[in-house]
């Protein structure tokens, strides 16, 4: 079944909420998205900062110790007007260089959908010709936390949350680690561009039209994030410092190899060892995301 939802209110935590509507196993939702700071399609103040979240939306049958599957069908700007920081973190570059970064300000976006790109509404003059091509993501996906915690969309976990992951993107399936009935999803946060790392605090902020499916993926024993793109499996770390994210996706990444495609331990060490790829997600906000890949294409002989 199709299902539009247009929300009117929004939470800024992960955890055991009401939900806002209840969905079956297969449903497509189509629903909306505040920006960062709360502002909707219009411009229009409907939530607050940090990363007000649509949601929770309660999948039936959904139980501890299930997977809840989102396979994201379409995620696309619905305004021209998008910003982002024009600062890199002082945490990201030699103590020796943080005093030459620049004051932390605002740089504002003019988005084009029909000709799929962002250019700078105020350029200085050394990036007037700055014209990027659009990659529509969600910065925020992520269910319940487990042990009835409320977690800040600031951040990130096993359940997911403030991932800021480039590859969370339409044609893709993200797996998540069902703790609460219902799994209670919650999606925000949209970027049209964005960076490896967030390293500026911000993607190209903006609201956005969804469309996901749900599926519940019945006593699939996962620990943290998994994906699936058109290329690649993948797994999402989500942990400081950042070698412990580093940890957590690559463990995930050699059960998952270990269940579904029978390589023990030796096996699939000898595999990743010369094919994995790592991103980098976010590393602005307390909680880093590394991602471990491995190309469907080497599994699939």
């Not at 497509?28 to 939530?47: A, E, I, K, Y």
């Not at 260089?97 to 003019?110: F, K, S």
């Not at 703790?179 to 500026?200: K, M, N, R, W, Y």
Request: proline share 6%; aromatic share 6%; glycine share 10%.
């Amino acid at each position: 079944m199709r299902v539009t939802f247009e929300p009117t209110a929004f939470e800024n935590s992960f955890g055991p909420y009401q939900a806002v509507l209840s969905l079956n196993s297969g449903d497509t939702l189509c629903t909306t998205t505040l920006d960062s700071r709360g502002r909707d399609g219009d411009m229009v103040v409907r939530g607050r900062a940090p990363n007000p979240l649509t949601g929770p939306f309660y999948v039936e049958g959904a139980e501890p110790g299930d997977a809840l599957a989102v396979d994201l069908l379409s995620i696309r700007p619905n305004r021209a007007y998008g910003y982002s920081s024009d600062a890199v973190a002082a945490h990201v570059v030699d103590a020796t260089a943080v005093t030459d970064l620049p004051e932390r300000g605002l740089a504002e976006w003019a988005i084009d959908q029909a000709a799929n790109t962002a250019r700078l509404s105020s350029p200085i003059p050394a990036l007037a010709a700055l014209e990027l091509p659009l990659s529509p993501m969600l910065g925020c996906i992520g269910v319940a936390p487990p042990g009835g915690q409320t977690i800040s969309s600031a951040t990130s976990g096993s359940y997911g949350g403030n991932m800021d992951y480039r590859g969370i993107v339409a044609g893709t399936t993200l797996m998540l680690p069902v703790s609460e009935p219902g799994a209670l999803l919650f999606v925000g946060d949209g970027h049209a561009v964005q960076g490896d790392g967030e390293i500026v605090g911000m993607g190209i902020e903006i609201s956005m039209e969804v469309s996901l499916r749900v599926r519940v993926l019945k006593r699939l024993d996962i620990r943290c994030p998994r994906g699936i793109s058109a290329t690649s499996l993948f797994t999402l770390g989500n942990a400081r410092p950042m070698e412990q994210a580093l940890q957590h996706a690559t463990t995930e990444l050699l059960r998952w190899l270990a269940n579904d495609y029978g390589l023990d331990a030796r096996a699939a060490s000898t595999l990743l060892g010369q094919c994995i790829a790592y991103d980098v997600g976010n590393v602005f906000d307390p909680a880093y995301t590394v991602a471990a890949r491995i190309d469907r294409a080497l599994l699939s002989r």
